[in-house]
């Protein structure tokens, strides 16, 4: 999932299976009512870094630092000009086609979310890959940074609300380059329809037409969406699994030469509409990833730039309007390779997290770049190239070969490795 990916995330649906982790400590605490509905962003960092030091915590205070950003809030950013762009979709043309409704819009829910919010009530299996710590940042056996947006879906529809639109900073743990960063942002749609909407009265006693008539709804709606967005476009439908709709689906559209994913989406699961009190309804449901469509649509090159406070960046946009992202420096980049002998519990994710959360935003990608078996011991060996290269100014010889001796030493502390 490029470019940060959508709701319905690749993370969540690899295919390689783990144990099931079962996680027992202390020092949790009760979700509260500003968690659930609005951010406390101070409260939120502070929370979470009175958590370090459990067996569970796997947040770097690089992450931590970051939360509360709400980079999709800021006005004139990329991201706050695509959010906008839907916002008001839903807001003119569908509030005024013949199925459409006013759409509730949360642009402000805290990331500080219950596992349950974010697997079990969605109806991942306790064994799906997305709950491995290499995956995702846990503040402790119960709560999470919320890996997607869909984390909130359950418990706004058990408030009584019907359709609504949630954006927000997600948080994943993943390879690190131009299109990929530990934190990024999505918006979800969701729409259940009710004896109040113009369902045709055929519909009512037959379960399949009602299933085809919700995805029609559905295409039709996330096509005028798009073309909102994007202009006129040509769009596909691709047949796709998302444990909590059903039938799911992904779209894709022609632009600039090529087919590009834009979303995932599907008709709610029947079981997740029962438990949130939709026991006789039915309903779609849908999720992008904001930067994945404004790295597009704005030519912007590197993912880390969203997060740049460089006013010859910020400067570029307009409210409303989507314009080509100008290059206003290419610094040059300095590469450096790090070799080791890796243990058998050695996950890639891990030694990611370890350079991110050391270089921070000087690191521009990571790649593997050589294997090696040992013919006798069968031992295996990585060689990694760091690209260590700022947005903003020249790095120097001094300050990367000091960066690169932390990463030497935090691999060889915190992952077991054998440097070579």
Not at 148 to 159: G, L, P, Y
Not at 241 to 262: A, C, R
Not at 302 to 330: P, V
């Amino acid at each position: 999932a490029e470019y940060g990916g959508h709701m319905f995330v690749h993370m969540l649906i690899k295919t390689r299976i783990v144990r099931k982790f079962n996680f027992k400590f202390k020092n949790t605490r009760t979700l509260s009512t500003h968690n659930r509905f609005r951010v406390q962003s101070e409260e939120d960092k502070q929370y979470v870094e009175s958590q370090r030091g459990n067996s569970v915590h796997n947040i770097p205070k690089y992450i931590t630092n970051m939360i509360g950003r709400n980079l999709h809030n800021q006005n004139l950013h990329p991201l706050n000009i695509i959010k906008k762009k839907i916002y008001n979709y839903f807001r003119e043309e569908y509030y005024g086609s013949p199925t459409g409704t006013k759409m509730n819009m949360y642009d402000n829910l805290s990331p500080i979310v219950t596992c349950k919010q974010n697997f079990d009530d969605l109806l991942f299996p306790e064994d799906h890959p997305g709950r491995s710590p290499n995956d995702t940042y846990y503040i402790n056996s119960k709560e999470m940074l919320r890996a997607h947006t869909s984390a909130h879906q359950n418990e706004i529809m058990k408030s009584g609300d019907r359709a609504f639109l949630v954006s927000g900073d997600v948080y994943r743990r993943d390879t690190v380059d131009v299109t990929h960063f530990p934190i990024f942002h999505q918006m979800e749609g969701v729409r259940v329809f009710t004896s109040d909407d113009p369902i045709p009265d055929s519909l009512a006693e037959n379960e399949q037409d009602m299933s085809h008539w919700v995805q029609n709804d559905m295409k039709k709606t996330l096509e005028g969406m798009t073309n909102r967005i994007f202009g006129p476009v040509q769009i596909r439908w691709v047949d796709a699994y998302f444990p909590f709709t059903d039938p799911s689906l992904e779209m894709e559209i022609f632009f600039n030469g090529e087919w590009l994913e834009v979303l995932g989406c599907g008709n709610i699961h029947r079981t997740l509409l029962k438990n949130c009190g939709f026991q006789n309804n039915h309903g779609w449901a849908f999720g992008l990833g904001l930067e994945r469509l404004a790295m597009v649509l704005f030519s912007i090159p590197d993912i880390r730039l969203f997060w740049s406070t460089d006013n010859r960046f910020l400067s570029q946009f307009k409210s409303g309007e989507i314009t080509k992202f100008q290059a206003y420096s290419k610094y040059p980049p300095c590469y450096k390779d790090l070799s080791f002998w890796i243990p058998g519990d050695f996950h890639e994710n891990q030694f990611y997290e370890t350079v991110r959360s050391l270089a921070g935003e000087l690191v521009e990608d990571v790649k593997l770049v050589d294997k090696f078996s040992h013919p006798k011991t069968k031992r295996e060996s990585h060689c990694y190239r760091i690209n260590y290269r700022s947005m903003d100014r020249n790095l120097t010889n001094k300050e990367v070969d000091d960066l690169q001796w932390k990463v030497r030493e935090a691999v060889t502390r915190e992952l077991g490795v054998e440097l070579r």
